[in-house]
């Protein structure tokens, strides 16, 4: 076989589209949104490069338009999570010895033809399934999922490169094996991006995957899956299938070859997770690998010289956008008491001018939320706002289920720190803001950092060094990804690694070599040329006379 020492293509970020009005882009992504809308699809699982059906198909429907049929997908059983896992395991014979610069190629290649020619399918899908307008979706079913695979395959090589020293004599280097047996991805439905990370970060290094995604983002998981196929990914290497979290679990967490866990979604899930595992742990061939990303309450803290526009901008746009249905969403806001009247009116001319409404209208700042579970939750939350004599809504509070699942961009003013919309994740458009005596500002810096469970994202808005070097270390461990003058979302993959600690996860930080790692072992091997003829080392021998 012939070999070589290759360098990969220089990894960089995605140019962003505008879809500006006019352009062609724009107009090649309305027609494909009007063509994917026109049809019902069948969206079976794939399983051992086949696919699988079966006879319980499961509705697909617009959340901005929940009455209109985007088609069923197959739902299936403990027998299609074993097959699954069956069917990985068999590819993993050839796939853990396949040459990794064609691992990488697979993967390169996918990140092109989703650049290329699949990028307004992914993305319609992407607006159409999970309701998102056309920028949030090129920002993630585009340029993130790309950014993931072609710095995955950097990450990949530099990891390769990290090798130990070599004394007189002998040679040492690391090689990097797959885990021993498969790995569970489990995705959410709020990012595509993610969801195409987590089974095929793993599987660039050599790992192969059973993977489930979100019922709500299956739409967007096939159009992956169709990609990857096309790529050249091997049949068996990542086998997707639609079953419910339980059915799933029970059979892999108790299976002996269960060798990772690649997760994003609630923290709740991943603590069960976690000890479902530890409890199942001598089952095990090995000890499983979890790496998981999950909830956040995540924060923006303005100190009085806090520039006021630049905090409303940051306020609207980190709670508002994709509906707040992001991890790293800004949820909650201390705001000092002498610039609280300026924000507060910089704010509500811009909140004015916000339309919602659904996806196909480009115009629309706002979109419906995922699903109705997910609006009866926040309209709870609103609602408790509204009697309650501990908060105040002053913005918006109005919702709407009865063509699609749209809540009015919410801001509650709470009169106590510890109102439970500043401490509780809600996963939608509700902003909460606590006004604080500006003299307080290190005491309220403290109740900050002990609100709630999570360790996400937070920002913080200043003109004061002093005080920026201040909050900055005060709230280092209150925040995985901290942004200075800036909203708490939109970490850029190769720029900000993105990831929590504390309730949040376990700060791995997706489309970085510290999660990559994650999915690789190492075996360290020292060679010897000339090898010892004697067993006593030098000290043994007698004294000479």
Known sequence: MPKGIFNVPVAKNEPVRTYAPGSDERKKLQAKLAEMRSVEMELPMVIGGNEVTTDRRKRIAPPHDHKHTLGYFSEGDASH??????????????????????????????????????????????????????????????????????????????IYE???????????????????????????????????????????????????PSNTAVYSAAVIMEVLREAGLPAGVVNLVHVSGPVAGDVIFNHAEFAGIHFTGSTEVFQRIWKTIGENIYKYKSYPRIVGE????????ADPTAD??????????????????????????????????????????????????PVEDFTNFVNAVIDEKSFDKIAAYIDGAKKSPDAEVIFGGGCDKSVGYFVEPTVILAKKPDYVTMVEEIFGPVLTVFVYE????????????????????????????????????????????????????????????????????????????????????????????????????????????
Request: aromatic share 12%.
């Open 162 to 212: 990290i090798q130990p020293e070599s004394a007189a004599g002998i040679w040492n280097y690391n090689e990097y094996r797959p885990l021993e047996g498969f790995v569970f991805a489990l995705t959410p439905f709020n990012f595509t991006a993610i969801a195409g990370n987590l089974p095929s970060a793993p599987a660039m290094m050599g790992n192969v995957v059973v993977w489930k």
């Open 308 to 357: 006021p526009q630049s905090l409303a901008v940051a306020m609207l746009r980190g709670a508002f956008e994709y509906q707040g249905q992001k991890c790293s969403a800004a949820s909650r806001v201390y705001v000092p008491e002498s610039i609280w009247d300026e924000v507060k009116e910089r704010f509500g001319k811009m909140l004015a001018t916000v339309k919602m409404g």
């Open 438 to 545: 500006d003299e307080k500002m290190d005491e309220t810096m403290k109740v900050l950092d002990k609100t709630s469970i999570y360790a996400l994202t937070g920002a913080i808005f200043s003109q004061n060094r002093y005080n920026i070097e201040k909050m900055a270390k005060f709230l280092e461990n209150s925040a995985g990804n901290f942004y200075i003058n800036d909203k708490p979302t939109g970490a850029v993959v190769g720029q900000q690694p993105f990831g929590g600690s504390r309730g949040s996860g376990t700060n791995d930080k997706a489309g970085s070599v510290f999660n990559l790692l994650r999915w690789t072992s190492i075996r360290t091997v020292k060679e010897t040329f000339v090898s010892p003829k004697d067993y006593l080392y030098p000290n043994f021998m007698p004294d000479q006379e």
């Open 81 to 158: 999570v074993q097959m699954a896992i069956d069917a990985a395991l068999e590819a993993r014979k050839e796939w853990a010895n396949m040459g990794w610069q064609h691992r990488a190629a697979i993967f390169l290649k996918a990140a092109d033809l989703i650049a290329g020619p699949y990028r307004d399918k992914m993305n319609a899908a992407t607006m159409l399934g999970q309701g998102k307008n056309a920028f949030q979706a090129e920002i993630d079913s585009a340029c993130e999922i790309i950014d993931f695979l072609r710095f995955g395959v950097k990450c990949m090589t530099e």
């Open 294 to 301: 999950t909830g956040g309450k995540d924060f923006i803290f």
